[in-house]
Nanobody
């Protein structure tokens, strides 16, 4: 059974930082491409960042320079370091693994003063 479990979300002030973690089980993690997506209230889910099995990273323009995706294959974990957070970063953040299109349950990130 495939499980992706996100953690690390919470409430943070604008300009602050958070680090999300996603622990995967039931997949060949080191061979998987991992991604982070987010969904804000009333909006469609959007792609945030991806890290391939080889460690190649890509970012949405809206987070480039502020967010960093990384992975630790020894821990079956992918991370999203989020710095300089803005109000518009408020969303539920989801971890995704591919191939297979597996999703986590989501972690709420709220940026508010």
């Amino acid at each position: 059974q495939v499980r992706l479990v996100e953690s690390g979300g919470g409430l943070v002030q604008p300009g602050g930082s958070l680090r999300l973690s996603c622990v995967a089980s039931g997949i060949s993690f080191s061979w998987s491409n991992m991604g982070w997506y987010r969904q804000a209230p009333g909006k469609q889910r959007e792609w945030v960042a991806t890290i391939t099995s080889r460690g190649v990273t890509n970012y949405a323009d809206s987070v480039k320079g502020r967010f960093t995706i990384s992975r630790d294959n020894t821990k079956n974990t992918v991370y999203l370091q989020m710095n300089s957070l803005k109000f518009e970063d408020t969303a539920v953040y989801y971890c995704q693994a591919s191939p297979g299109e597996y999703w986590g349950q989501g972690s709420q990130v709220t940026v508010s003063s």
